[in-house]
């Protein structure tokens, strides 16, 4: 038997920088190893280390440039957590609602313009008929049991013309480059145009969604609007025309998900279900979520909340224990960092302990795979590995019997002739995210209603005060909850009115992390191991596998090349002094 080794860097289609090294059988085209690396290094932690708590928030925001809003959020409530303040119910709607806004825009941008090129041949739909176009998707939105968003042949015709123009002039600009016409592409033209003329409508309700976050987060990306105890935007929601425009641009934005994005998802599901059925990119079926979107006030930790949390192991959907914040460290024996043991983040460390690649090729830098190869921490919980996400928060909230979340899969998988097995998949993947999306396009008009009632009965309190020098001396606290990609957890230790300790734990850590101290992979490594690609010199299978999971490897400093050169050195200071 002989293998490939194959590199993929940059993975493009992503947030930040990723590259995976596939080891692939030539017999059977099969990934019989794999390793995925980080080549970035992120240190806000350190650069938040002497700052006055309160302003952690802001700066924490900066190590995502899409899910901002959701660490700006995570880092207050550790902070709130720390000097034990619970925010007032307007404040939690209000929060919910931005949250809530966010979601659906994050999995609207990733299945549309990150990751649906992976399953949508652009070029097919060139050979498509526009009537058979506009029949599939009046079929499936039928399936859905909804009225399609599109549904007229001259869309679809014109959509078409785009198309042509794009590649007879040789420019198909954000679609160069993909592997069209691989033979691991399954939908019709006539569904690729569906596909791709969905992909261009989705960006105008990707503005409604923006617009959405603004009117209570001030401005999107990086909001504003959120302090310690409360959220400031009180005079905003006591206008009835802003209000009313937020409801307004979400009942469009539920109107798209239900007649295309859903509709869409069902078609994947019957084109791509023999993968569905072999479990293709299905990983540590392993699943944790820290539990989001908390429905009655009080500690945050005790609420109800939206997606509940616990913990489902190898897909026993009979079992789910608890979240357990005590459990969750983070190993670095293969990142570059230096530490003893997997520590908690309580006491976590950010110790950069950059060892480089292991040998040049034919110019050509590979992974010191044996030792430390990514710029990840692995995080375990009790010692184990675990995937999160929006597919986690199905099958953990379907485990629960969580009324609303078992509804919409049982729909889902009975309406699509499927079982909840098939999520476990890279499709089931990508189905649970567009799952979530309806679900919060039904339940964030609750909300607005529930806000409303509350500032008609003359509750305008929005924020709760405490006395910043008697409960920040001596602190710590966190903030664990949901973001886009998964479990999201900050935590902070005080002295003396200032940040002492900070440590945050992304859900790409969760899922990106290379291998832990026992030698066991990660979830996007156990994902692409096993996969059977069409074409080894297109690796199309390996990238749809790892787009399921939306990675995001942002905000941090590129520190080496893909030849191994080293470009600069850095010095990160507690002062931010870069």
């Not at 400031?232 to 239900?258: C, G, W, Y």
């Not at 059977?532 to 990238?543: D, F, M, S, T």
Request: hydrophobic share 40%; charged share 20%.
């Amino acid at each position: 038997m002989a293998n490939k080794h194959i590199v993929i860097d940059p993975i493009t289609r992503i947030e930040g920088h990723m590259r995976i090294e596939a080891v692939i059988d030539d017999a059977t085209n099969t990934v019989v190893d794999v390793f995925c690396s980080s080549t970035m290094f992120r240190g806000i932690e350190t650069i938040l280390k002497g700052r006055d708590p309160r302003d952690c928030g802001l700066m924490a925001m900066r190590i995502c440039g899409v899910c901002t809003v959701t660490h700006f959020q995570r880092s207050i409530e550790a902070v709130e957590n720390a000097f034990n303040v619970q925010v007032p119910a307007n404040a939690r709607l209000m929060r919910n609602l931005i949250q809530g806004a966010l979601f659906m825009h994050d999995h609207l941008v990733h299945y549309y313009h990150l990751h649906s090129l992976d399953w949508v041949d652009v070029i097919s739909a060139l050979d498509a008929d526009p009537h058979a176009a506009a029949t599939e998707a009046a079929k499936w939105a039928n399936v859905a049991g909804e009225t399609p968003w599109t549904a007229d042949a001259a869309i679809f015709s014109a959509m078409k013309e785009r198309l042509a123009k794009f590649v007879a002039k040789g420019r198909l600009g954000i679609f160069g480059n993909g592997y069209w016409g691989n033979s691991s592409y399954k939908l019709t033209p006539a569904q690729n145009l569906v596909a791709i003329t969905h992909y261009f409508q989705a960006l105008e309700v990707q503005r409604d969604l923006g617009q959405m976050m603004t009117i209570i987060g001030g401005k999107d990306p990086h909001p504003q609007s959120l302090v310690v105890g409360g959220i400031t935007s009180i005079n905003d929601i006591r206008d009835p025309e802003r209000m009313k425009l937020f409801r307004d641009l979400a009942l469009r934005v539920r109107q798209f998900i239900k007649g295309a994005y859903i509709p869409d998802m069902y078609m994947l599901a019957q084109m791509y279900k023999d993968e569905m059925s072999a479990g293709s990119g299905a990983g540590l079926k392993s699943f944790l979520v820290y539990g989001g979107f908390p429905l009655n006030d009080g500690p945050i930790e005790q609420a109800a909340k939206l997606f509940p949390g616990g913990i489902v192991h190898n897909g026993d959907l009979t079992k789910v224990t608890d979240f357990d914040p005590a459990l969750v460290t983070e190993d670095v024996t293969h990142a570059w960092y230096a530490a003893p043991s997997p520590e908690h983040p309580s006491v976590g460390t950010t110790t950069p302990d950059y060892t480089g690649f292991k040998n040049i090729t034919n110019g050509v830098a590979y992974l010191d795979t044996d030792n430390k190869y990514s710029w990840i921490k692995s995080p375990l919980y009790d010692d184990q590995r675990v995937e999160v996400g929006p597919l986690a928060r199905m099958i953990v909230g379907y485990a629960r019997g969580d009324v609303r979340i078992k509804g919409y899969v049982d729909n889902f998988i009975t309406r699509a002739n499927i079982t909840v097995d098939h999520l476990y998949s890279s499709a089931g993947r990508t189905i649970g995210r567009a799952l979530e999306s309806e679900l919060m396009s039904d339940i964030i008009t609750d909300w607005v209603d529930e806000l409303n009632t509350n500032i008609a009965s003359g509750d305008l309190t929005s924020w709760t005060k405490f006395d910043f020098n008697a409960v920040s001396q001596n602190a710590q606290g966190y903030g664990v909850e949901e973001a886009p990609r998964g479990a999201l957890g900050h935590w902070i230790r005080i002295e003396n009115g200032k940040v002492a300790n900070y440590q945050a734990v992304v859900p790409s850590t969760w899922n990106a992390g290379p291998r832990d101290h026992l030698g066991r992979l990660g979830a996007y490594e156990e994902s692409i191991k096993g996969l059977k690609v069409a074409n080894i010199n297109e690796p199309l299978e390996i990238l749809r596998t790892v787009h399921s999971f939306d990675p995001c490897i942002a905000c941090a400093v590129h520190v080496v090349d893909t030849r191994g050169k080293e470009l600069g050195s850095f010095k990160v200071d507690p002062i931010c002094g870069l």
